[in-house]
C-alpha cells in the first residue's frame, strides 16, 4: 500500500506582537494520510455482551448493528465475533466476510444470558486476532458492554496491554449508565483506540459504524511526534484535539525536547494535538520556535519520518497580529473539556460550589461555540448541583462523553 502522510503545524495567532516578556502560543499540529492505493485489509473481532441485562431492546439493536458491520466489511477481510457472559462463546472463528449471509444468520441467533465477565471475551478475542496477525492488516477489536465487569478488571487491563503489544486498537464502548467508564478508558488509551458512551440502543449502529470505518480508514500506526524546543519555548499542556478530545500530557527529553504519542493516522480525519507553550520574548521578525518530527509506521511498511521547522512571526505593529479562526475554534473546544473534566472532579469531591463554577463556565463556551444542546445540559447540571442535587452516573457520563466528541460529529 502506498501511503503519503502530511504534517501541517499551524498557530493559533500568528503573527504575534512582539514583545519583551514570553506570551502563550497555541500550536495545532495535523498528521494526515491519504491513500493512493486500496486500503489494507482488515482483522476485526468484535466482543459483544450478551448478558441478561441485555435483553430485549439492546440485543435487538445489538445485532442490527453488527449485522451492519459484515455488510460494510470487503471479502479481504477477517472477522470473528466472541460474546461473553459469565461464560464465554466463540460465535464465529476468524473467517473471510466472503459469505455475509451466513455471518448474519448466526448473529440472529444470539440470545441473552448469565452476568458479566469482561475478560473471558477479550481473552478469546485475542485467540481469534492472532490467528491471522499480519503486519499488512489492521488489526481492531469492537468492545461492547452495558455493565460492570466482576472482580477481573486487573485483567481486561492486562490484555489490553497485550492488545498493544499486537498493535490492535480497541474501540471500547459503554451502553447505559451502569458500566465503569475509567475500565473502559484504560483499556482504550492503552491501545491507542477510543472509548464512548452510548446513551440509546439506537445509536448502537451508528457507533460501530464509526468504529468500522476508522478501522478501515488506518494508513499508518504507532505515530510519535517529536518536539524539539528553541531556548525560552516551554510547553504548558498537550491535548488531542482529533479524533476526540483528550489530556495526553507529554514525555519531557532533556530541557528542549518533548515527545507525544498520535498512535493510527486515518484517511478520513487528521490526527491532531494542541500544544500549548509559552514563546519566549523576541523583536520583530521571523524566528524558528521549533523542530517537529513525525515518526509513523505504514500499514505492512517500515517506519517512515517527517521533519518540519516551525516559524513564528512577529510584528512591531499591534494592527498586525491575527487569529487562525480553526485554530482557535478547537482551542476553544479543549477549554470547554477541560472546565468538564474539572468540574465533573469537583462534584466527585464533594465540592458542589467548585463544579458549579467550572460547569457555567463550559456552558458559557459552548454557547459561544453554537453547541446549544449540549450547552443547555451542562447549564442545567450546573443548575442542579447549586441546588444541592448530586450528579447521576447516566449525566455524568453524558457530559464527560459528550464535550470529548466536540470536534467530530457521528454520522447517523
Given at each position: 500500500?502506498?501511503?503519503?502522510?502530511?504534517?501541517?503545524?499551524?498557530?493559533?495567532?500568528?503573527?504575534?506582537?512582539?514583545?519583551?516578556?514570553?506570551?502563550?502560543?497555541?500550536?495545532?499540529?495535523?498528521?494526515?494520510?491519504?491513500?493512493?492505493?486500496?486500503?489494507?485489509?482488515?482483522?476485526?473481532?468484535?466482543?459483544?455482551?450478551?448478558?441478561?441485562?441485555?435483553?430485549?431492546?439492546?440485543?435487538?439493536?445489538?445485532?442490527?448493528?453488527?449485522?451492519?458491520?459484515?455488510?460494510?466489511?470487503?471479502?479481504?477481510?477477517?472477522?470473528?465475533?466472541?460474546?461473553?457472559?459469565?461464560?464465554?462463546?466463540?460465535?464465529?472463528?476468524?473467517?473471510?466476510?466472503?459469505?455475509?449471509?451466513?455471518?448474519?444468520?448466526?448473529?440472529?441467533?444470539?440470545?441473552?444470558?448469565g452476568g458479566t465477565a469482561?475478560?473471558?471475551?477479550?481473552?478469546?478475542?485475542i485467540v481469534e486476532l492472532?490467528?491471522?496477525?499480519?503486519?499488512?492488516?489492521?488489526?481492531?477489536?469492537?468492545?461492547?458492554?452495558?455493565?460492570?465487569?466482576?472482580?477481573?478488571?486487573?485483567?481486561?487491563?492486562?490484555?489490553?496491554?497485550?492488545?498493544?503489544?499486537?498493535?490492535?486498537?480497541?474501540?471500547?464502548?459503554?451502553?447505559?449508565?451502569?458500566?465503569?467508564?475509567?475500565?473502559?478508558?484504560?483499556?482504550?488509551?492503552?491501545?491507542?483506540?477510543?472509548?464512548?458512551?452510548?446513551?440509546?440502543?439506537?445509536?448502537?449502529?451508528?457507533?460501530?459504524?464509526?468504529?468500522?470505518?476508522?478501522?478501515?480508514?488506518?494508513?499508518?500506526?504507532?505515530?510519535?511526534?517529536?518536539?524539539?524546543?528553541?531556548?525560552?519555548?516551554?510547553?504548558?499542556?498537550?491535548?488531542?484535539?482529533?479524533?476526540?478530545?483528550?489530556?495526553?500530557?507529554?514525555?519531557?527529553?532533556?530541557?528542549?525536547?518533548?515527545?507525544?504519542?498520535?498512535?493510527?493516522?486515518?484517511?478520513?480525519?487528521?490526527?491532531s494535538v494542541i500544544i500549548?507553550?509559552?514563546?519566549?520574548?523576541?523583536?520583530?521578525?521571523?524566528?524558528?520556535?521549533?523542530?517537529?518530527?513525525?515518526?509513523?509506521?505504514?500499514?505492512?511498511?517500515?517506519?517512515?519520518?517527517?521533519?518540519?521547522?516551525?516559524?513564528?512571526?512577529?510584528?512591531?505593529?499591534?494592527?498586525?497580529?491575527?487569529?487562525?479562526?480553526?485554530?482557535?475554534?478547537?482551542?476553544?473546544?479543549?477549554?470547554?473539556?477541560?472546565?468538564?473534566?474539572?468540574?465533573?472532579?469537583?462534584?466527585?469531591?464533594?465540592?458542589?460550589?467548585?463544579?458549579?463554577?467550572?460547569?457555567?463556565?463550559?456552558?458559557?463556551?459552548?454557547?459561544?461555540?453554537?453547541?446549544?444542546?449540549?450547552?443547555?445540559?451542562?447549564?442545567?447540571?450546573?443548575?442542579?448541583?447549586?441546588?444541592?442535587?448530586?450528579?447521576?452516573?447516566?449525566?455524568?457520563?453524558?457530559?464527560?462523553?459528550?464535550?470529548?466528541?466536540?470536534?467530530?460529529?457521528?454520522?447517523?
Amino acid at each position: 500500500m502506498n501511503t503519503v502522510v502530511t504534517l501541517a503545524c499551524t498557530w493559533g495567532r500568528a503573527p504575534l506582537v512582539a514583545s519583551a516578556s514570553p506570551q502563550v502560543a497555541y500550536l495545532l499540529v495535523e498528521a494526515q494520510a491519504s491513500a493512493v492505493a486500496e486500503k489494507a485489509p482488515l482483522n476485526f473481532c468484535l466482543v459483544l455482551d450478551r448478558s441478561g441485562s441485555m435483553q430485549g431492546a439492546k440485543l435487538a439493536a445489538l445485532k442490527e448493528a453488527t449485522k451492519r458491520v459484515i455488510d460494510t466489511l470487503t471479502p479481504q477481510d477477517i472477522v470473528s465475533i466472541v460474546l461473553f457472559d459469565d461464560t464465554v462463546q466463540t460465535l464465529v472463528p476468524a473467517t473471510f466476510a466472503t459469505d455475509r449471509d451466513a455471518l448474519k444468520a448466526q448473529v440472529d441467533a444470539i440470545e441473552e444470558a448469565g452476568g458479566t465477565a469482561m475478560s473471558g471475551g477479550m481473552a478469546a478475542g485475542i485467540v481469534e486476532l492472532r490467528k491471522n496477525h499480519d503486519p499488512g492488516r489492521v488489526g481492531a477489536m469492537l468492545l461492547l458492554t452495558d455493565g460492570q465487569t466482576w472482580g477481573d478488571e486487573d485483567r481486561c487491563r492486562a490484555l489490553a496491554q497485550d492488545l498493544a503489544r499486537d498493535h490492535v486498537r480497541v474501540t471500547a464502548l459503554g451502553l447505559g449508565a451502569e458500566w465503569n467508564e475509567k475500565l473502559l478508558d484504560d483499556i482504550a488509551d492503552a491501545t491507542g483506540g477510543l472509548s464512548d458512551y452510548i446513551a440509546d440502543p439506537a445509536q448502537i449502529t451508528t457507533f460501530f459504524q464509526h468504529a468500522v470505518r476508522a478501522a478501515q480508514g488506518t494508513m499508518a500506526q504507532d505515530a510519535r511526534l517529536l518536539l524539539r524546543l528553541v531556548r525560552g519555548a516551554t510547553p504548558r499542556a498537550v491535548y488531542r484535539a482529533n479524533p476526540i478530545i483528550a489530556n495526553l500530557g507529554y514525555q519531557p527529553i532533556g530541557d528542549s525536547e518533548i515527545a507525544v504519542r498520535l498512535g493510527a493516522i486515518e484517511t478520513d480525519a487528521p490526527s491532531s494535538v494542541i500544544i500549548d507553550m509559552m514563546v519566549p520574548a523576541r523583536e520583530a521578525g521571523s524566528f524558528r520556535v521549533a523542530q517537529a518530527e513525525l515518526h509513523y509506521t505504514p500499514v505492512g511498511g517500515s517506519e517512515q519520518v517527517i521533519k518540519q521547522d516551525i516559524l513564528l512571526e512577529f510584528v512591531a505593529d499591534p494592527a498586525q497580529a491575527a487569529y487562525d479562526p480553526r485554530v482557535m475554534n478547537l482551542v476553544e473546544k479543549v477549554t470547554a473539556f477541560k472546565l468538564q473534566t474539572r468540574a465533573l472532579a469537583e462534584a466527585e469531591a464533594g465540592n458542589l460550589a467548585g463544579a458549579t463554577q467550572k460547569l457555567r463556565a463550559a456552558a458559557t463556551r459552548l454557547l459561544d461555540l453554537g453547541e446549544l444542546e449540549l450547552a443547555q445540559k451542562v447549564s442545567e447540571q450546573a443548575k442542579q448541583l447549586d441546588q444541592g442535587q448530586t450528579m447521576s452516573a447516566e449525566r455524568q457520563k453524558e457530559l464527560r462523553y459528550a464535550t470529548r466528541r466536540l470536534t467530530q460529529k457521528l454520522e447517523e
